[in-house]
């Protein structure tokens, strides 16, 4: 659905195969984000701060790359109906 709304406002095919990949690059570091906390939690039963910290870097990695999929929509929106 989101695709098709793209390419309505004249996003080309490149812009789209970016966001799928910049897409997937964030279900990869969302997944390596939860076998962190699987291993951390494994690791350490009581609550430690060396725990916390890696559970709160990966859920940062995560964030980062959720934020540069919106920039990047915004962005490539914002050209595509600039030229329109």
């Known amino acids: 659905m989101y ?13 789209v195969v970016l966001l799928i990949v910049l897409f997937f690059c ?8 939860r076998a962190i906390k699987s291993i951390v939690d494994h690791l350490a039963h009581d609550w430690q701060v060396s725990a916390r910290d890696a559970w709160d870097l990966g859920l940062l990695a995560a964030m980062c790359l959720l934020c540069a999929n919106a920039a990047f929509i915004a962005a490539d929106l914002a050209g595509s109906l600039a030229e329109k």
């Open 3 to 15: 695709l098709l709304l793209l390419t309505h406002f004249g996003v080309n095919g490149m812009d």
């Open 26 to 33: 964030l279900v990869a570091v969302e997944a390596l984000n």
